[in-house]
């Protein structure tokens, strides 16, 4: 049994007493194929899968629909349209997703490096909580260098940020991890390496952290929620409750809404994240478009803590080879014929008609492949799909051109840059306008001194 000197009873978390009765327990499996030292001991690491090479991430990311039947060119219009929907489910993952989901991998990772129950230090934490018979904040690991810090996912709406989320989760597993053994001795002990909850809809410290709880009960029902009845210290109340469940990270989605409160309590919850984070030694990754940067503008000394371990920006599809593989993947779900390939063209058209934004790519490439089967139409023309564009997407047609223009660099109205704030990166917009002015100056002067240098020549042959 795992012992603290000569007590003799089991290492038993207690609010799990009831469930080991029933035998309402998800057992922890361990790898064996752990290469980092530092991680090859430590049950809470080996119980969620390895770090992801680019090519593992890759895999992890993408997503198609299952393969079509061999005959399905042949079956009618009318069934065939039903399978245009797949497209809204093809996901071709880009370098910054890929670098996502590494990144959140090494983060929850990393927050195990100082907690390792086979370790005899962190096992008389745990057995603190034991003879409380209640959750404890435990103090930040000996060895840790600080208290721990964040990571901040930004980008535009439709860039991929709920995907990369969603498959990072999966990947880790999302379900409590229940251990029976601790170094070899009997124990019963949960961990969950990652939490998911999204912002919206909470409007205050308490909101927010009852949904962190709320989330942990419904993985566990031990009913944590209900410790926020009691107490209005919230850091204290959700560090106690993280670190007695050995947590690994938490992820909040949707944090650019935090802009819609107002500033007290806006600071408060900043305040509740980092100071949590500081209190339990575990890190927070806030993910968010790209109206989070005024967030973190406005509140300078809060975000540096939140986004010390990296921000990870998803931009839109960039055009080029990345359009041409997603646009690909869309084309292999068309239902109009068989033999038809995508035009060459096609990538640049999606470009112009859709600013690279993911979600309108799937609105786009799907009534269009339904138009072109109603219409059983055997090739397409430029003009074709930009008039098909022109009225399937014309409620975001200004916008797009918008985007297209701040995105090249080109002006762009202070009012419409506002506007179109959740998609617009105010900061990059600007360099790119200082980036063109600046081409734009090199290639007038380039000019200037060709005519300056022909008329001379020109001066020269009349002599």
């Not at 530092?38 to 899968?49: A, D, E, G, H, K």
């Not at 907690?115 to 060895?143: C, T, Y």
């Not at 090199?442 to 060709?450: D, I, L, W, Y």
Request: aromatic share 8%.
């Amino acid at each position: 049994m795992v012992r603290d000197g000569n007590d003799d009873r089991v290492l038993l978390a207690p609010w799990l007493r009831d469930r080991s009765i029933n035998r309402l327990i998800e057992v922890a499996q361990y790898r064996t194929d752990e290469r980092n030292p530092i991680f090859r001991n430590n049950p809470l690491v080996t119980c969620f899968p390895g770090p992801l090479t680019h090519i593992g991430a890759q895999a992890v990311l993408a997503a198609e629909p299952e393969k079509r039947p061999r005959d399905f060119f042949s079956l009618p219009v009318e069934i065939r349209k039903e399978y245009a929907e797949e497209v809204k489910y093809v996901f071709v993952p880009a370098p910054p997703h890929i670098k996502a989901i590494q990144r959140i991998v090494g983060i929850v990772r990393d927050s195990y490096r100082y907690r390792n129950p086979n370790d005899s230090a962190f096992e008389r934490s745990l057995w603190r909580i034991v003879m409380a018979q209640a959750p404890i904040a435990l103090s930040p690991s000996k060895g840790a260098l600080g208290p721990a810090s964040g990571a901040v996912m930004i980008g535009p709406t439709g860039s991929g940020k709920s995907t990369t989320i969603a498959r990072s989760c999966e990947y880790i597993g999302y379900h409590r991890r229940t251990h029976e053994q601790f170094g070899g001795r009997p124990c019963l002990w949960p961990s969950f390496p990652i939490l998911r909850v999204s912002a919206a809809g909470r409007t205050s410290e308490r909101q927010l952290a009852v949904a962190i709880a709320a989330e942990l009960d419904s993985l566990s029902e031990p009913h944590f929620e209900n410790l926020f009845k009691k107490s209005a210290d919230h850091v204290l109340q959700l560090s106690q409750m993280l670190t007695a469940n050995l947590v690994g990270a938490v992820l909040i989605d949707d944090v650019q809404l935090l802009s819609r409160v107002g500033q007290r309590l806006r600071e408060g919850m900043l305040n509740l994240i980092v100071g949590t984070m500081e209190t339990s030694g575990v890190p927070f990754i806030c993910a968010g478009t790209i109206l989070l940067q005024d967030v973190l503008q406005r509140h300078r000394s809060q975000s540096e803590k939140l986004f010390a371990q990296g921000v990870l920006e998803i931009p839109p599809v960039r055009a080029g080879e990345e359009m041409h593989d997603i646009c690909m993947k869309m084309w292999q779900r068309q239902i109009a014929s068989l033999k038809m390939e995508m035009p060459p063209w096609f990538p640049n058209e999606v470009t112009r008609k859709t600013a690279g934004i993911r979600r309108y790519i799937a609105e786009l490439c799907g009534p269009l492949f339904v138009q072109m089967a109603e219409e059983n139409l055997k090739a397409i023309s430029v003009g074709y799909v930009r008039d098909f564009a022109d009225q399937q997407l014309s409620g975001i047609a200004v916008g797009v051109e918008i985007m297209n223009r701040a995105y090249k660099g080109q002006s762009v109205d202070s009012y419409q840059l506002k506007k179109y704030e959740e998609y617009i990166d105010s900061d990059a917009y600007r360099r790119q306008v200082l980036i063109r002015a600046a081409r734009v100056k090199a290639v007038n002067e380039r000019r200037a001194k060709k005519e300056m240098e022909r008329q001379a020549t020109k001066k020269t042959s009349r002599k």
